[in-house]
């Protein structure tokens, strides 16, 4: 008897209803481990940024690769560049190689950004062991400006 009336509820829906609710519907399976992220705030104009930081670069090919929010500690993200055009660099870097660099904030959301953006990168300081073993040598510099490359200046 149940099963008979769940068929007859079905039959009475039409197939253009159904996607209307399951439009109008979305269910969050993974909300606990949601993370709302706010907009950086840019301490720094570009040409600030510029001189404070040791490596610039313009990329379209930056991917968020881990973060640590959910391991307790330090709460930072790792990010890596794939290409791009270097635009400042005090050390010498081999060509065709990744950049991974680690940020205390988000500074997009979703993997990866399709704009592209400039880079302002400081040395790292602290996180030893990631230094060491995962061949990480810079961070976001706190407080500068994450631009698309036409809105710079």
């Not at 709302?36 to 313009?58: C, D, N, W």
Request: glycine residues 6%; contains cysteine.
């Amino acid at each position: 008897m149940g099963c008979s009336s769940s068929s007859q509820r079905e039959e009475g829906l039409s197939e253009k209803s159904l996607i209307t609710i399951r439009e109008s519907y979305t269910v969050d399976l993974f909300s606990e481990g949601e993370v709302k992220t706010t907009p950086l705030k840019s301490i720094y104009t570009y040409k600030e940024a510029y001189s404070k930081s040791e490596l610039v670069i313009f990329t379209s090919q930056v991917q968020k690769i881990d973060s640590s929010f959910e391991r307790g500690g330090n709460k930072f993200y790792l990010y890596q560049i794939s290409e791009g055009y270097i635009a400042k660099s005090l050390r010498k870097i081999k060509p065709r190689s990744n950049i991974l660099f680690l940020s205390n904030h988000s500074l997009f959301n979703g993997k990866s950004i399709i704009d592209s953006v400039s880079l302002f990168l400081t040395p790292l300081e602290g996180y030893k062991l990631l230094k060491n073993n995962i061949n990480i040598h810079y961070q976001w510099l706190s407080g500068a400006p994450f631009l698309p490359k036409n809105r710079e200046h």
